[in-house]
């Protein structure tokens, strides 16, 4: 999915130390279930 996204323009990066409480509320998660990563994807900054 990271190699794909690259190769379209976008940058990404997999983040794998979250915060899982936070990010359960951010995504609306019910308490049984644990986020183990997230992959955000955008548009690199212009250097």
């Not at 951010?26 to 990563?37: D, M, Q, R, S």
């Amino acid at each position: 999915m990271e190699a794909g996204s690259v190769a379209l323009g976008p940058g990404t990066v997999l983040i794998g130390a979250l915060n899982d409480d936070a990010m359960r509320q951010v995504l609306h998660l019910p308490e049984a279930e644990t986020p183990l990563a997230v992959l955000p994807v955008g548009r690199p900054a212009a250097v």
